[in-house]
């Protein structure tokens, strides 16, 4: 049940039943995305929706098999990254694209390196690096070795190497992921000043409360197909988690509050007494689950 | 191969000022590499290519064309390398040269540059060929066999590339409370 009614004549980027296979798998099959001029649009759906793939389809990364993408007017469908970059596209991609063994300062410039025939203007480059960590709000040293960086930082840097870019289009596919919540709050702050300045911006996130809070419109990608567009004021909590998952919301509410009545009386299934002294200097537990399901 | 030129030599081991012919190529191959690799917008992408085609690619740099400027480059100065080796010894043979790459890679490795390339710099090279120098001097001087030569230069190969791999591992920048 594709909604294309929001789509409208000032689409930035149209990407068209997009369609592509690893290998024997069909990864994409018939997904569309239409992002309007100067708006923020979350995509969202389950692991494994291909949300990731066809953002690389976008920006250049991957090459669908069939289906068509327009950015700005232009035929995108076989473009490279290059190409899209330099039609005003910038993406922040899941796979941290930093290179470990250069510079924070040279990995945040490392496309757009200010030059003057041919050499790197170090102290221009330095100081305008400076100028983005007050921006945004966090303090690496520019000469850190990027590889030695905590993910969070290096995620960070690939934000900053968005925005340094003064592109017109970012993608963030899951910039928040390893994002503490004062960094996230910093990172949405950034982008409605760069909405405001007529930047249009695509989300990738799991976390459903700040797609809600932070996009304009919203797409729904199941299993490689698009399930839903429409403007984020008619979405809810529950009707997103009923569209990614293919399930009317009403179910996974009662099951969820079936689970809340059962732990009241459940007996716990893990229990870890004295972390401290099982062996291990540095005790870690972790847990995990997929949103909307249940551990 | 004899070449029967008489200056031929004059290249490997002809004197300006102090210095011979091939020092003064020397230095000026290690400026001009350390301003390339350090300070141009060829030098920043070579590391980045070299340190992950693949974000590179995806950061929008010209990766086959940065790879082919670098092969450029590299078979270049190897042939200047080995128009060096032939004027010195005065006979030019295919397999001439054969133990420079494994004492090259020692020069490399030991003055702190990454084995798999990346990260490092020209003047980590200069160090580190400094010491295969002393070492190589020292060797000669003691009359140890060549082949004992090699193997104790594969062991501080390995020491550095061991020691390298244990200094990058542990080496964790703490970020902000």
Known sequence: ?295 | MHVARTDHDTFGSGMIAWLPISGWINIGTFIAGGVLLSRTILGQGIYAVVGSSEAARLAGLRVNLLRASTYLIVGALTGLAGAIDTSMLGVAQTDQGQSLTLLSITCVILGGNALLGGEGAMWRTVIGLMIVATLSNLFDSLAINTQVQLIIQGVVLVAAVSFDHFVRSVSIVGRKA
């Open chain 1, 1 to 295: 049940m594709v909604d294309e009614s929001h789509p409208g004549d000032d689409a930035l980027i149209e990407a068209r039943d997009l369609q592509r296979h690893f290998g024997g798998i069909a990864a994409l099959r018939g997904a569309s995305l239409v992002v309007r001029t100067g708006t923020i649009h979350a995509l969202v759906g389950e692991n494994g929706a291909r949300k990731s793939t066809a953002l690389g389809a976008i920006a250049g990364r991957l090459h669908i098999d069939t289906g068509s993408i327009t950015i700005a007017g232009r035929d995108a469908t076989r473009m490279t990254p290059l190409d899209t970059q330099a039609i005003g596209l910038a993406a922040n991609y899941h796979q941290l694209t930093i290179i470990p063994g250069m510079t924070a300062c040279a990995d945040v410039f490392l496309s757009y390196t200010p030059v003057q025939t041919g050499f790197v203007k170090s102290s221009t480059m330095r100081a305008r690096y400076r100028a983005l960590c007050a921006r945004v709000g966090v303090s690496i040293p520019p000469e850190a070795r990027a590889g030695n960086l905590w993910v969070a930082d290096r995620q960070m840097l690939e934000i900053m190497r968005a925005v340094e870019s003064g592109a017109r289009i970012i993608l963030f596919d899951e910039s928040t992921s390893s994002l503490v919540q004062a960094e996230r709050d910093t990172l949405f702050r950034l982008m409605r000043e760069l909405r405001a300045n007529g930047v249009t911006m695509v989300l990738v996130s799991h976390n459903l409360n700040e797609v809600l809070a932070i996009s304009d419109e919203i797409t729904v990608f199941r299993n490689g197909r698009t399930v839903r567009i429409a403007p984020a004021a008619e979405w809810t909590r529950e009707t997103l988690l009923a569209a990614m998952l293919g399930q009317a919301a009403p179910d996974l509410m009662a099951s969820r509050r079936a689970a809340k009545r059962a732990a009241g009386d459940a007996r716990p299934v893990i229990r870890i007494d004295r972390a401290a002294d099982c062996g291990a200097s540095r005790p870690t537990m972790g847990a995990a689950r997929l949103v909307g399901r249940r551990l």
